[in-house]
C-alpha cells in the first residue's frame, strides 16, 4: 500500500507557473507508474499526465501539452508536474495517482492509489 499526498497548489494569475509534489510513503513510488489527474467544480476528473516507473514514457492531455511536465525522483520518493503558462480554465482539484499494472493509463479506474488533491486556482 502506498499513500499519496500532494503540495504546491495555490492561487496564481493566468501566465504564471506553479510546481506540484506527490510525496509518496509505505512503498517506494519506483514499483508505480504515476499519474496526475484534475478536477474542476461540477466535472469529470481528468487525465492531465502519465509517467512510468522508469519515466521513459510520459503522455498528456492534449490541453497540457508543452505546458506542463510531469517528472519523477524515485529516490526521493517524489513525483512532481511543472505547470507553465497557465490559463483560467487549469483551475481544479489536482490529483496524484499510483498505478501498479503496466501500460499508460488515462482513466481514473486504472490507478489504484489516490492522494487527497491540491487545490490549483488560476485568475484571469
Known amino acids: 500500500q502506498v499513500q499519496l499526498v500532494e503540495s504546491g497548489g495555490g492561487l496564481v494569475q493566468a501566465g504564471g507557473s506553479l510546481r506540484l509534489s506527490c510525496a509518496a510513503s509505505?512503498?517506494?513510488?519506483?514499483?508505480?507508474?504515476m499519474g496526475w489527474f484534475r478536477q474542476a467544480p461540477g466535472k469529470e476528473r481528468e487525465f492531465v499526465s502519465y509517467i512510468s516507473r522508469s519515466a521513459r514514457t510520459t503522455d498528456y492531455a492534449d490541453s497540457v501539452k508543452g505546458r506542463f511536465t510531469i517528472s519523477r525522483d524515485n529516490a526521493k520518493n517524489t513525483v512532481y508536474l511543472q505547470m507553465n503558462s497557465l490559463k483560467p480554465e487549469d483551475t481544479a482539484v489536482y490529483y496524484c495517482?499510483?498505478?501498479?499494472?503496466?501500460?499508460?493509463?488515462?482513466?481514473?479506474?486504472?490507478?489504484?492509489?489516490w492522494g487527497q488533491g491540491t487545490q490549483v486556482t488560476v485568475s484571469s
Open positions: 495517482a499510483a498505478r501498479s499494472r503496466l501500460g499508460v493509463s488515462i482513466i481514473p479506474s486504472g490507478y489504484e492509489y
Open positions: 509505505g512503498r517506494t513510488i519506483s514499483s508505480y507508474a
